[in-house]
């Protein structure tokens, strides 16, 4: 896949100054969820981050977390009008969605993958991403700041946003 295909296939302006980012089922609870693989960092945290080293390169960012796997999908649709790119972490989606995975290459924006957690060295479920394949950059087992990391390599995969 072309890294930059999608964001130039639907055109300039909004579109080229964000970046969705999606978090999926079981995310809210962050800080909670067993902090021993997950850390303490919340939700709240994990968006102000993102949005942060985001804004450093001249990109908005539109946040959505949903235990309900049509909600994210919808997000996702709704990003091929404004967004260049997408940062997702699917939680327990990984390994089971098809759909979801579909609804991502139907946007045709490049992904970044985001794991907090070493998925390959945790259960062997876990090893397998309907996502990485389609994913220009993948982040694994790097904590909360592997987002961070996500958003400077889709970043510069996208390049910076036209001004106004």
């Known amino acids: ?14 579109s080229a100054r964000r970046l969705l980012l999606v978090n999926g089922p079981n995310l809210n609870l962050l800080g ?22 985001a804004q450093e390169s001249g990109y908005a960012v539109r946040a959505v977390q949903s235990n309900h796997e049509g909600v994210l999908i919808d997000a996702i ?7 260049a790119g997408i940062v997702i972490n699917p939680g327990g989606l990984t390994h089971t969605s098809v759909v979801l995975r579909d609804a991502l290459t139907g946007v045709g924006l490049p992904v970044a ?24 950059v993948v982040v694994v087992g790097e904590g ?10 889709l970043v510069a995969t996208l390049g910076r946003p036209e001004p106004d």
């Open 1 to 14: 896949m072309d890294d930059t295909a999608g964001a130039a296939a639907y055109g300039a302006g909004v």
């Open 32 to 53: 909670t969820r067993e902090p021993a693989v997950y850390g303490h960092q919340t939700l709240a945290d994990v968006v102000d981050l993102v949005e942060k080293t």
């Open 77 to 83: 649709h709704d990003a091929r009008t404004d967004c």
């Open 113 to 136: 993958e985001v794991h907090i957690s070493d998925v390959h060295a945790r259960e062997e479920f876990r090893h397998f991403s309907y996502v990485s394949d389609i994913a220009t």
């Open 144 to 153: 909360v700041a592997g987002y961070a990391r996500a958003v400077r390599e």
